[in-house]
């Protein structure tokens, strides 16, 4: 059959299969991780969506739009910006935000805590337990929901935690636990 007999479905519901895991619980995030994702979504609703419809428009003003590549790449440049609006709308609806200041000085790891933790080879690793949303891994940001992440939380500075790898059962210690300042401080 020809692609110009088929219709592109545009699932709202598809927005948040990825964060499937994480539906059926709270949506965790930083103040920054926070105003992260806002300016995202103003500067789509704001910058780009605008830009786009005027492509758009304007390729549709030249005639035949079956050939015309603007118009169809604008098309389809919609509809993803309208989908990523959608996805990023709902994540800041269910959004929590959590000063991990609050527990400065504290040696019991909460959200926002960064970890140093050791292997059982003696390795050390060294992570920030975030919200799903504000992650970077090249970062050393690991997800709250995460299984490193689930192992630490509660846990305390010199705790020997139980970590499930696909390799096997791996014994971390916690060696550091530190938070972030009080803003101001």
Do not use: C
């Amino acid at each position: 059959m020809s692609k110009a007999f088929t219709k592109e479905i545009d699932d709202p519901e598809d927005d948040l299969q990825p964060l499937a895991a994480a539906a059926s619980e709270k949506n965790y995030i930083t103040a920054g991780g926070y105003a992260s994702i806002r300016a995202e979504l103003l500067n789509l609703m704001d910058q780009e969506r605008p830009k786009v419809v005027e492509i758009v428009h304007w390729a549709a003003s030249n005639g035949d739009r079956s050939e015309n590549g603007d118009y169809h790449y604008g098309k389809k440049r919609l509809r993803e910006i309208d989908r990523r609006i959608r996805f990023l709308t709902k994540r800041l609806a269910i959004a929590e935000v959590v000063e991990p200041a609050i527990h400065h000085g504290s040696e019991q790891i909460f959200f926002g805590a960064t970890v140093t933790y050791a292997d059982n080879q003696g390795r050390q690793r060294k992570v920030t337990i975030l919200g799903v949303d504000e992650v970077d891994s090249s970062k050393d940001q690991v997800s709250w929901v995460s299984p490193i992440a689930k192992s630490l939380l509660k846990s305390r500075l010199g705790d020997v935690l139980q970590l499930a790898t696909p390799a096997g059962t791996v014994e971390i210690e916690v060696i550091a636990v530190q938070y972030p300042g009080p803003p101001g401080a």
